[in-house]
């Protein structure tokens, strides 16, 4: 056994113990679910960032980038920064203030129960395609480093995250955030640092187009018809608006200890964000260029492969960490924002007289639930960056203008969300069914803001007025 199998045992097993030591601060639901609403600037940034610097942001994101250039990674990382940005500036504050456990309480609080209930039923669906990609991502590592077949590596995956996260819930996250983020930042600057030798040693003619034929660095479309631009905005507002509701995002910013802190780690997550974020995509764009035989795989396994063929032991030691450090954060946190929000708002409503340590066993029975739900839904559509951009764009389309005007008005009532979401899950199906899901979000997005306003257009004057004072 060489020494990266044993290296990725041993982190398995330090994270573990972290969960354990951190389950002795876990003692309410609250604690379980908000770390107690104490955390640090720097711990609920480091919190943030690493639950959305996954899967997608180390495998998918560089595939992208070499199919389609940077147009192809605007949902990710410039899209989540964009989301950080937003959260800091408009929502931060506001959710803080609010002082409640899920994103769908607020929803109950404003809309009432029966809002709640579909609310929290879509925002569900959102989760399985997140968490099941990290999921396949973590599996990819295992098979590579230890060699388990891809199916039963994939369950081990699952195995590992869900007795992770239910050991110390967001204290256990929070903390092993920590310690992943710093991972994440010396692993990656020392390996985009070996790529730049490297590739300065060969002196190559670095390429300007992606393996179609298109410009690498085109930021934006150029020449397009009113298509191209609707995707390209589509593509900025599927994780920039739909992460903005999500469950996980409210965790984040409640756990804080103060609404300041909260806002400021929000603006220091997006800064961090997009520095690392692109940096898996510059070394995935350098190893292709420097090792002619990386030209045969697969776009998503480069970096992985590449690494393991053409690095030494420390080099791989310290990306599988940055790796593994990335999958787990943002599994369990995917995990907690499920199980959190199927107890309190899909069940505890049907047993008004749960105690809390009774609450606090039925979140963590949902955990382990939404853990094996997530492997099996993953096991049958094993893509990693369109899981995960399927799975905001329906957040962007469904949810997010309930939430966003749910904040912001004092109008609209129980009719006006029903027929947000409904008008905005027709709009994403009908994107879907005639392949047009690249401008889902966008669309989605847009009929969802009318059909909001629907039912008050009589009075739509008075709604006006409102917006104003507010």
């Known amino acids: 056994m060489t020494v990266v199998p044993i290296f990725v045992g041993a982190y398995l097993l ?63 990382p410039f ?18 203030d609010l002082n409640l456990l899920t994103v769908s309480d607020f929803i109950r609080q404003r809309y009432g129960a029966g809002v709640e209930r579909w609310f929290s039923t879509m925002m569900v669906m959102c989760y399985f395609g997140w968490i099941g990609a ?42 092993n955030d920590v310690i992943q983020t710093v991972v994440i930042l010396v692993s990656l600057v020392v390996i985009c640092g070996y790529a730049v030798m490297q590739t300065a040693s060969l002196q190559p003619v670095l390429p300007t187009v992606t393996e179609s034929g298109t410009s690498l660095f085109l930021f934006y479309p150029r020449g397009g018809g009113w298509l191209d631009w609707a995707k390209y905005v589509s593509a900025w507002i599927a ?57 045969q795989v697969p776009a998503q ?17 310290l990306f599988f960490g940055a790796l593994l450090s990335a999958i787990m954060s943002s599994a369990s946190g995917g995990l907690i924002a499920v199980a959190v929000t199927v107890a309190e708002n899909m069940v505890r409503p ?39 951009l399927e799975a905001s764009a329906f957040s962007t389309a469904t949810q997010f203008v309930t939430f966003w005007l749910g904040l912001y008005t004092v109008v609209p009532k129980a009719i006006n969300a029903f027929c947000a979401m409904g008008a905005g899950l027709m709009a994403w199906g009908l994107c879907m069914w005639f392949d047009y899901s690249e401008v889902s979000a966008l669309f989605g997005l847009m009929i969802s803001f009318i059909a909001f306003w629907l039912p008050s257009l009589p009075s739509l004057g008075s709604v006006v007025a409102k917006l104003k004072q507010v």
């Open 301 to 317: 396994q480069v970096l992985i492969y590449g690494i393991q063929a053409h690095t030494g032991k420390f080099i791989q030691v």
């Open 239 to 295: 994780i920039g608006f739909g992460d903005l509701c999500g469950q996980d995002v409210f965790q984040r910013v409640a756990s804080a200890k103060s609404r300041k802190v909260a806002a400021k780690a929000a603006y220091s997550a997006a800064v961090m964000y997009l520095a690392v974020g692109l940096i898996p995509v510059v070394l995935t764009y350098l190893f292709r260029l420097i090792y002619p035989d990386l030209s």
């Open 350 to 388: 049907y047993a008004p007289g749960m105690s809390d340590r009774h609450f606090l066993r039925l979140i963590r029975f949902c955990v382990v639930v939404s853990g094996l739900f997530s492997a099996w839904y993953a096991s049958r559509n094993p893509r990693i960056y369109h899981l995960l």
């Open 79 to 96: 899209g989540t920064t964009l989301c950080f940005f937003l959260l800091g500036r408009f929502f931060a504050r506001k959710i803080y």
């Open 134 to 175: 990290q999921f396949i991502a973590m599996s990819v590592v295992i098979e590579t480093t230890v060699g388990v077949e891809s199916h039963y590596s994939l369950w081990i995956s699952a195995t590992l995250v869900c007795a992770y996260t239910l050991l110390g819930g967001l204290w256990s996250v929070s903390y």
């Open 14 to 76: 330090v994270t573990l113990g972290i969960g354990v030591v951190a389950g002795r601060r876990v003692k309410t639901s609250q604690d379980f679910c908000l770390a107690g609403r104490k955390l640090s600037v720097w711990v609920c940034c480091a919190s943030m960032f690493s639950t959305w610097f996954g899967a997608e942001t180390i495998v998918g994101s560089p595939a992208e980038f070499l199919h389609h250039g940077i147009l192809g990674i605007i949902e990710d």
